[in-house]
């Protein structure tokens, strides 16, 4: 049974940087993609990156694109991502999540099987 931790949320300010980890236990990891998603106050659960711990292969959705960037240490099973330049709209709480072995690295919620429980990450001034 695979399981996800997330850790690194926290209060900043905006245009400020943080990084969040996804430590990942309980399985053979190299088969699997892990993405992170968020879910603001109110708002639906979204994607934001993931990646492919075989082969490094990554995707983004637009929103974030040129501000985060997903990477993997296949040797600490831990993925980061690193959020630069927040804003306000940034403010969830992030989950990293993931649909399972050999599956393809997509951004939609409804496909992810596992799930970590969550890091808040608020930015504000």
């Known amino acids: 049974q695979l399981q996800l931790v997330e850790s690194g949320g926290g209060l900043v300010q905006p245009g400020g940087s943080l990084r969040l980890s996804c430590s990942a236990s309980?399985?053979?990891?190299?088969?699997?993609?892990i993405g992170w998603f968020r879910q603001a106050p109110g708002k639906e659960r979204e994607g934001v990156s993931c990646?492919?711990?075989?082969?490094?292969?990554?995707n983004y959705a637009d929103s974030v694109k040129g501000r985060f960037t997903i990477s993997r240490d296949n040797a600490k099973n831990t993925v980061y991502l690193q959020m630069n330049n927040l804003e306000p709209e940034d403010t969830a709480v992030y989950y990293c999540?993931?649909?399972?072995?050999?599956?393809?690295?997509?951004?939609?919620?409804?496909?992810?099987?596992?799930w970590g429980k969550g890091t808040l990450v608020t930015v504000s001034s």
């Open positions: 999540a993931t649909p399972g072995p050999f599956r393809p690295c997509v951004l939609y919620p409804s496909v992810m099987n596992y």
């Open positions: 309980g399985s053979t990891l190299n088969v699997y993609v």
């Open positions: 990646i492919s711990l075989n082969d490094g292969r990554t």
